[in-house]
């Protein structure tokens, strides 16, 4: 395997070059700069791939799979066999069963923590004034990188192989079996403490604000990593692990104290989507401010004609009706005829009802054609054309959004409940409901129960991070999936049932590798 670098033209260069002269590349002042602007490349085409202009599996593995969130119109792909939890067709199994690409991305990272420490002061002084600091950051990030990248394969596929090692032959380097999630999870926090101290809060400039990792990245991976193990350790429990609950609620009030994050005014909602907001805390970049805007994002798929002339007037994904029915409501008054049991007879009477909340900001923002049989979802819509004349080439310049400061605050609210803190819980959940104009009647009350906070709770991550890759695994932190995604019984979920199984052709390349527990012979 050669060593990756990436072109300094572009923040992220989609396809990092080549160089097989490892001696020669360490010995360039740039070197670092192109070795993590690399990693950072290969991360976000893992977190991309898919098949071909249909999805990125980023939003397939965190909101496909719960199956009432997205509806698939066309594609020719059988992505609504995700949301079934049917995961052994070929295209699903050989596309989004394939880690190959996140282990490229841990193998630039390794390479990146292996070279640096040995590249020479002079040499760095040729470029960079505080060759130390420069040096803790790039390794800094490496670690936040494959700290990330490890996060995402165990919650995709549990156990993985754990490969921390640059191999100067890697043809030669031994083959790994996967390792138990419990390790991968201890290496994931330690990396986040490795770079944590490496790295500063704020940015060194504007130009690096939430797409650089600094330490705000770094709290808010661990606070979502202790969450996950507080949750899913032993999947025979629904009792949380209290040390990590612990953890994850220390975490995030260092992080709120010390990083500087702010909610975006509401007036300026769509631009957090855009990206760099002040409210976001790591983002890919996808701007097409430096020609990084793409044509394969998933939010595409989403739009029609009246965002792109050579569309149709459907699009391929739609969000689900019953989806913004259930989250975005509000209670009404209607007169019913309803049934009294005590005096066996129907009473003409008012009663309150779900009805649509058309006021809330998030709703107002990212849906259009609500009513229609396909709601739009245009959460990501800043279509740039690269050809304006014609209106040709349409990329979107949206950002990838992966950690923002909504998501870290609702998580105080789960936390809380975990905690057995109802009070704290509903302030927080009332506190969003607020912030974005929903209906009053939406408020939660004191006198609800903790299963009633907790259906409030997910709904209002569902509200909040429509789209963002964080639903589906929302749903098995909290248990909820058992209420809202009927595939995943109690019995499948305690199998790791929601993992998803390896491509058989990576058996090939590694004998020691074997399937996920649930899905061998099914496979």
């Not at 809202?484 to 390896?502: A, E, I, M």
Request: overall charge negative; glycine content about 6%; some cysteine.
């Amino acid at each position: 395997m050669v060593v990756l670098l990436a072109s300094c033209e572009k923040f992220l260069e989609e396809e990092p070059k080549n160089s097989t002269y490892n001696e020669v590349f360490w010995d360039d002042a740039r070197a670092g700069n192109n070795a993590i602007a690399g990693n950072y490349a290969l991360m976000r085409n893992a977190l991309m791939d898919g098949f071909s202009g249909v999805g990125n599996r980023y939003y397939m593995y965190g909101d496909m799979t719960a199956n009432m969130y997205i509806g698939v119109h066309s594609d020719g792909y059988g992505h609504n066999e995700i949301g079934n939890g049917n995961y052994t067709s070929n295209y699903m199994v050989q596309s989004y069963g394939n880690w190959t690409l996140f282990y490229k991305s841990i193998t630039m990272s390794n390479i990146i923590l292996k070279e640096m420490p040995l590249v020479p002061e002079d040499v760095l002084l040729l470029e960079q004034d505080n060759p130390e600091a420069f040096r803790q950051k790039i390794m800094g990030q490496a670690y936040f990188l494959r700290a990330f990248t490890y996060f995402m394969l165990t919650k995709v596929w549990g156990d993985v192989p754990l490969v921390t090692e640059a191999y100067d032959d890697p043809i030669n380097a031994p083959q790994l079996p996967r390792s138990p999630r419990a390790d991968v999870l201890k290496q994931i926090e330690d990396d986040c403490h490795k770079a944590a101290a490496l790295l500063d809060w704020g940015y060194t400039n504007s130009s690096e604000r939430a797409v650089i990792v600094n330490k705000g990245s770094v709290y808010a991976l661990l606070a979502h990593m202790y969450l996950w193990r507080a949750t899913t350790s032993d999947l025979s429990s629904n009792q949380p692990e209290v040390r990590d609950v612990f953890s994850a609620d220390t975490t995030i009030l260092t992080l709120l104290t010390e990083g500087g994050y702010s909610q975006a005014d509401t007036a300026n909602y769509h631009n957090i989507f855009i990206g760099r907001s002040s409210e976001g805390i790591f983002e890919l970049n996808m701007s097409e401010n430096t020609l990084e805007g793409t044509d394969g994002h998933i939010g595409m798929k989403f739009l029609n004609n009246n965002y792109i002339p050579t569309y149709g007037a459907d699009a391929a994904f739609f969000v689900k009706p019953g989806y913004l029915t259930s989250h975005f409501y509000e209670l009404k008054a209607e007169w019913q005829w309803v049934w009294h049991a005590d005096i066996a007879q129907w009473v003409w009477e008012e009663v309150l009802v779900n009805a649509l909340d058309t006021k809330d900001i998030r709703f107002r923002s990212n849906f259009e054609d609500y009513s229609a049989e396909r709601p739009v979802c245009v959460k990501y819509s800043n279509v740039i054309f690269r050809n304006p004349g014609q209106e040709l080439e349409p990329h979107l310049s949206n950002n990838m959004t992966l950690f923002r400061l909504s998501d870290i605050l609702l998580l105080q609210a789960e936390i809380a409940l975990y905690q057995g803190n109802m009070p704290r819980a509903i302030e927080v959940i009332n506190g969003f409901r607020e912030h974005y104009g929903a209906s009053e009647t939406s408020l939660l009350t004191a006198d609800m129960s903790e299963e009633k906070i907790m259906t409030e709770y997910i709904l209002e991550r569902g509200k909040e991070l429509y789209l963002e890759g964080h639903l589906f695994f929302d749903l098995v932190r909290t248990r909820k999936c058992f209420d809202y995604v009927p595939w995943l019984t109690d019995t499948r979920f305690k199998q790791g049932g929601f993992f998803w199984p390896v491509d058989p052709r990576l058996f090939s390349e590694n004998r020691y590798l074997v399937q996920t527990e649930y899905w061998r012979g099914k496979i």
